[in-house]
C-alpha cells in the first residue's frame, strides 16, 4: 500500500514538471528560422541526381519563402535579402520588411525566373545561400566614425587642438563645434572650414583664432571645443607587390566605400583609382601594387547579417527533361490505378499493357542516363500504350458482361418451365399412392437445389468479371 502511495506520487510530479517545461517558451535560433519554395515543376527523388530535388522548368518563376525570428535584443533595420547562386545569380527579396522589431518575426518573399540550362546547368544540383542582413537601430555602422570628440578647453592663447580617435582623418567628415559657457544657456556654434586648418595624418586642428577662455577645468568663461569624424581603417601596408587588401568588416554598403593611399614619406593622402571591390568579403584589388612607403586606407560603411539558410538541392530542368518528368508521373498514376493482374493474358489489352512496360522502362534508363529527350520520347509512348491497353480491355469487358446479362435473361424461361413441371410433377404424386409420396419430395428437392446450383454458378462468374475490368481512364 505504501509503495502505491509513493508510485503516484511520484508520477504527479513527474506531470507538473513537465507541464512547467511545456510553458517555458524556447529559445529562438539566431539562423533563418525556415525557408520554402513553392511552384516547383517536381521535387523528390531524381533518378538523373540521385538525391531529392527541387526542380524548376527554365524560363518559369520561382518562389521562395523565408522565415527569420528577430532574437538581437533590440529593433532591427533590414539592410538586405538575397538569394545568392552558385552559377553567380543573385536575387533580391520582392517582399521585405523594412524592419523586424524584437521578438517578432518577417516574412521575405524572392520570386525569380529560372535561367536557361546555358547559365545555370542541369547537368548538377545546384547550391543557394538565402542571406538577411541587418542593422541594430541606434547603432552607428559606419567604420571609425567618432562622434562628440571633445578636444580641449579654450584659454584665449592657444589655437590648436588634436582629436583623440583614430587617425588618418577624413577631412569631408569632419564638423568642428564650440560651446561658448559664458552665455546662459550654454550654446554650441557650428565652426565653417575656413576658420581652421585640418591636418587629415595627425588629427590636429589649427584655428585662425584662438579659443576664447581662460584655461580652467570648470564651466567659467571658457570654450569647450568638440569635434564629429570619421578616420581612416588600416587596410595594410604596401610591399611593391600585393594588390589586394581586406576590410575588417564585411559586407560593405553600396556606394560607401573609399579607398586612399597615404605616403609615409611625403605625408600626404590621395584617394586611389582604378580599384575594385567585392563588398560581400571586402576584398579589395588596386590597379597598382602600393610602394614600401605606402599604406592603404579605407572607410565604409556595414552591416551584420543572420546566419544563412543554405540548400545544395536547386535544380534547373531542361524543356524535354521537364516533359519526360511529367510523362514519367503521369504513366506512374496510371500504372498506379490499373495494374497489370487486372489484364487477361493473351488478350489485345494484354499485349499493349507489355508494351507500355516495355516503352517505361526503356525511358527510365533513358531519363537516368541524360537523354531526356528519348525519354521524354519513350514516356510519352508507354503513356499512348497504357490508354490503349485500358481502353481494350474496357471493350473486352463490356462484350462479356452482355453476354452475362443475355445468359440472365435466358435463363427466366428454364427456370419458369421447370418450375411448371416441378409444380405438375408433385400434383401427379400426390394422386398417388403414399408409398411414393416421400420419393417425390425427394425429387422435388432435388431438382431446386440444383436449379440453384446452376444459377449461382452463373452470378459467381459474372462477379468475378466485374471485378476484374477496374476502374474506367477518363
Given at each position: 500500500?505504501?509503495?502505491?502511495?509513493?508510485?503516484?506520487?511520484?508520477?504527479?510530479?513527474?506531470?507538473?514538471?513537465?507541464?512547467?517545461?511545456?510553458?517555458?517558451?524556447?529559445?529562438?535560433?539566431?539562423?533563418?528560422?525556415?525557408?520554402?519554395?513553392?511552384?516547383?515543376?517536381?521535387?523528390g527523388e531524381d533518378d538523373f541526381y540521385g538525391d531529392d530535388v527541387v526542380a524548376f522548368k527554365a524560363g518559369s518563376t520561382a518562389k521562395l519563402t523565408a522565415s527569420v525570428y528577430n532574437d538581437t535584443g533590440v529593433d532591427v533595420t533590414i539592410t538586405e535579402a538575397k538569394v545568392k547562386f552558385d552559377w553567380g545569380g543573385v536575387f533580391a527579396a520582392?517582399?521585405?520588411?523594412?524592419?523586424?522589431?524584437?521578438?517578432?518575426?518577417?516574412?521575405?518573399?524572392?520570386?525569380?525566373?529560372?535561367?536557361?540550362?546555358?547559365?545555370?546547368?542541369?547537368?548538377?544540383?545546384?547550391?543557394?545561400?538565402?542571406?538577411?542582413?541587418?542593422?541594430e537601430q541606434g547603432t552607428s555602422y559606419v567604420v571609425s566614425r567618432t562622434a562628440g570628440d571633445f578636444l580641449g578647453i579654450g584659454d584665449g592663447t592657444n589655437k590648436?587642438?588634436?582629436?583623440?580617435?583614430?587617425?588618418?582623418?577624413?577631412?569631408?567628415?569632419?564638423?568642428?563645434?564650440?560651446?561658448?559657457?559664458?552665455?546662459?544657456?550654454?550654446?554650441?556654434?557650428l565652426k565653417d572650414a575656413s576658420s581652421y586648418v585640418l591636418n587629415t595624418r595627425t588629427g590636429l586642428i589649427t584655428f585662425g583664432a584662438a579659443p576664447p577662455g581662460d584655461?580652467?577645468?570648470?564651466?567659467?568663461?571658457?570654450?569647450?571645443?568638440?569635434?564629429?569624424?570619421?578616420?581612416?581603417?588600416?587596410?595594410?601596408?604596401?610591399?611593391?607587390?600585393?594588390?589586394?587588401?581586406?576590410?575588417?568588416?564585411?559586407?560593405?554598403?553600396?556606394?560607401?566605400?573609399?579607398?586612399?593611399?597615404?605616403?609615409?614619406?611625403?605625408?600626404?593622402?590621395?584617394?586611389?583609382?582604378?580599384?575594385?571591390?567585392?563588398?560581400?568579403?571586402?576584398?579589395?584589388?588596386?590597379?597598382?601594387?602600393?610602394?614600401?612607403?605606402?599604406?592603404?586606407?579605407?572607410?565604409?560603411?556595414?552591416?551584420?547579417?543572420?546566419?544563412?539558410?543554405s540548400g545544395t538541392d536547386f535544380v534547373v530542368y531542361s524543356a524535354d527533361q521537364a516533359d519526360a518528368v511529367a510523362a514519367g508521373e503521369k504513366f506512374a498514376d496510371m500504372d498506379d490505378e490499373y495494374p497489370n493482374y487486372l489484364f487477361s493474358p493473351g488478350t489485345a489489352a494484354a499485349k499493349a499493357r507489355e508494351e507500355a512496360n516495355v516503352s517505361a522502362d526503356k525511358a527510365a534508363a533513358e531519363y537516368e542516363n541524360g537523354d531526356f529527350a528519348a525519354a521524354k520520347a519513350d514516356y510519352g509512348a508507354a503513356v499512348t500504350?497504357?490508354?490503349?491497353?485500358?481502353?481494350?480491355?474496357?471493350?473486352?469487358?463490356?462484350?462479356?458482361?452482355?453476354?452475362?446479362?443475355?445468359?440472365?435473361?435466358?435463363?427466366?424461361?428454364?427456370?419458369?418451365?421447370?418450375?411448371?413441371?416441378?409444380?405438375?410433377?408433385?400434383?401427379?404424386?400426390?394422386?398417388?399412392?403414399?408409398?411414393?409420396?416421400n420419393v417425390g419430395v425427394f425429387t422435388i428437392l432435388l431438382g431446386v437445389a440444383t436449379l440453384l446450383a446452376g444459377l449461382g454458378g452463373i452470378l459467381w462468374a459474372y462477379s468475378r468479371l466485374v471485378e476484374a475490368k477496374g476502374p474506367k481512364q477518363g
Open positions: 500500500m505504501t509503495k502505491r502511495k509513493i508510485s503516484f506520487a511520484m508520477l504527479a510530479c513527474l506531470m507538473v514538471a513537465l507541464t512547467v517545461m511545456m510553458a517555458i517558451p524556447m529559445a529562438a535560433s539566431a539562423e533563418i528560422e525556415s525557408i520554402q519554395w513553392s511552384g516547383a515543376a517536381f521535387q520582392t517582399t521585405a520588411p523594412t524592419q523586424i522589431k524584437v521578438a517578432e518575426t518577417g516574412v521575405f518573399v524572392f520570386e525569380f525566373t529560372v535561367p536557361e540550362v546555358t547559365v545555370a546547368t542541369n547537368t548538377v544540383m545546384h547550391a543557394y545561400d538565402v542571406l538577411v542582413g541587418y542593422q590648436d587642438f588634436s582629436t583623440t580617435g583614430g587617425t588618418p582623418v577624413l577631412a569631408s567628415s569632419v564638423a568642428v563645434y564650440w560651446r561658448d559657457t559664458t552665455a546662459t544657456p550654454d550654446t554650441i556654434t584655461g580652467a577645468s570648470d564651466l567659467g568663461d571658457d570654450t569647450r571645443v568638440y569635434a564629429d569624424y570619421q578616420y581612416f581603417e588600416n587596410a595594410g601596408g604596401g610591399d611593391g607587390v600585393n594588390k589586394v587588401f581586406y576590410t575588417d568588416e564585411s559586407p560593405i554598403k553600396d556606394g560607401s566605400l573609399k579607398v586612399y593611399i597615404g605616403n609615409g614619406t611625403t605625408e600626404t593622402f590621395v584617394e586611389a583609382t582604378g580599384w575594385t571591390a567585392d563588398l560581400e568579403t571586402g576584398k579589395i584589388t588596386l590597379a597598382a601594387a602600393p610602394s614600401s612607403f605606402e599604406t592603404v586606407w579605407v572607410t565604409y560603411e556595414y552591416w551584420d547579417r543572420w546566419d544563412p539558410e500504350s497504357l490508354q490503349a491497353a485500358i481502353d481494350a480491355d474496357n471493350t473486352l469487358n463490356a462484350g462479356v458482361e452482355q453476354t452475362l446479362v443475355g445468359m440472365l435473361s435466358s435463363a427466366d424461361g428454364v427456370v419458369d418451365a421447370y418450375a411448371n413441371k416441378l409444380n405438375a410433377e408433385a400434383k401427379q404424386a400426390n394422386g398417388e399412392a403414399s408409398m411414393y409420396k
